[in-house]
């Protein structure tokens, strides 16, 4: 699930949808499954918010490979009192072909809180999911308040539901305490737990139950006048099944500034917990990078 506002790492970084526009991304990640993910797009956002996105999506593996393309319609408002993040359309990948969207809609309710729904419905992207067609789609109810200046909760409650007769409820929460207001310095606790009605899936990574909690640190502060810097680090236990592990996560992110002309961002992360499409969970890595721009005209 896309949502869990406070704890994206370019929040705030781009501007809001004034004037119409190009965009393009790119999305490339490697994880010790040896699976391989390469996703680009183009696209035209209109002065209303409402765009047009075309995709190219590649998946690949030791002896095996899978690409297709996706199309869809996309909106986005990002106001001081509601955000919304909206596409609908199809994919294709491998032989199948599927309807996928996504809705991250905030709205304050009160001067320290905001309520949202986060929704999702895409294929499931490891490479038995791809060779047998399964798409999961998931919503959430979410929730953020500040309960001081410094200190602000979040919590993120759905679940996800696969076409292969496994039903996920999810529940995720961050709290946020801010260090230093000058460097965007913040300490945070996250945790993520979940159950599967129908685990060990072989088509990706479904155990009986699983929970996690890690602290961390965040910063994000301008550089040059011309960018904005973001970073995080954070270290945990997961839980899964009953059994323990060490996990860690960071991320690192350059993006314009609000307001800029010209909207860019490019990021690393890397992290060894267990995703929703990996096949295991034990030596588990993880490593993606994106990059992505949208320029007037």
């Not at 994919?91 to 001067?111: E, F, K, N, Q, T």
């Not at 696969?162 to 305490?177: E, G, K, M, Q």
């Not at 945070?188 to 890690?214: D, H, I, M, Q």
Request: proline residues 3%; positive net charge.
């Amino acid at each position: 699930m896309k949502a869990m506002v406070m704890g994206a790492l370019c929040a705030g970084a781009a501007a809001v949808a004034a004037a119409q526009g190009v965009t393009g991304s790119l999305q490339l990640s490697h994880d010790s499954d040896a699976f391989n993910e390469h996703k680009e797009s183009v696209g035209y956002v209109g002065g209303q918010g409402w765009g047009l996105k075309a995709g190219a999506l590649q998946y690949s593996s030791p002896a095996w490979s899978a690409s297709g393309g996706s199309l869809a319609a996309t909106y986005k408002k990002d106001g001081p009192e509601q955000q919304v993040d909206a596409s609908l359309g199809v994919a294709h990948i491998g032989s199948h072909s599927y309807v996928v969207g996504a809705l991250d809609h905030m709205r304050r309710v009160l001067p320290h809180t905001s309520l949202g729904v986060s929704g999702e419905r895409d294929f499931v992207n490891s490479q038995r999911g791809i060779d047998a067609g399964l798409a999961y789609t998931s919503l959430a109810l979410v929730a953020d308040h500040a309960f001081t200046d410094r200190f602000n909760v979040g919590v993120s409650a759905g679940t996800a539901l696969f076409s292969n007769d496994n039903h996920r409820p999810v529940l995720r929460t961050r709290w946020n305490y801010a260090l230093d207001e000058r460097w965007g310095l913040n300490a945070y606790v996250k945790t993520r737990n979940y159950r599967n009605s129908n685990p060990y899936r072989p088509e990706y990574f479904s155990p009986g139950r699983l929970g996690e909690a890690s602290l961390g640190l965040s910063t994000r502060f301008v550089v040059a006048d011309s960018a904005v810097l973001s970073a995080s680090i954070d270290a945990g236990r997961q839980h899964v099944d009953g059994e323990a592990q060490p996990i860690w996560s960071a991320k690192l992110a350059l993006a314009s500034r609000r307001g800029s002309r010209v909207e860019w961002a490019t990021g690393l992360e890397a992290t060894n917990s267990a995703s929703l499409f990996t096949t295991q969970a034990q030596s588990y890595r993880y490593v993606s990078a994106f990059a992505r721009v949208r320029v007037p005209f």
